[in-house]
């Protein structure tokens, strides 16, 4: 099914020819279930370590890196992964837009 997804993303952004960052399409499942309808806590908890795994691969970092770094360390990371991640959203839009909007779909149709 990604691929299809990712399929139909590209028809909607040919411009975009690139590798497509680790835990991609599981985010934005996870945006676009949590749009259709609240997650559950065990989806919330789940979407939340993908969350943080898709950010932090922007800048090369694991989770599992990430949780040896000291506390002050980790807001630095943070806040360096969650920028890079905002400068990825906003130069993809389109991708992005077209991601959620099939997951959207998708779900509505299940």
Known sequence: MKKILLAIAMMATPAVAQEF???M???YQC???AYTRMLSPDEAGECSIIYQAFKLGFIGITLEDF???PQYQMAYVDQEAYGALVAWREA???LVESLISVYIELLENE
Do not use: Q, R, S
């Open 92 to 94: 993809n839009a389109p």
């Open 25 to 27: 399409y599981d985010y």
């Open 31 to 33: 945006e676009a279930v």
């Open 67 to 69: 949780a040896t770094l």
């Open 21 to 23: 960052p680790p835990f």
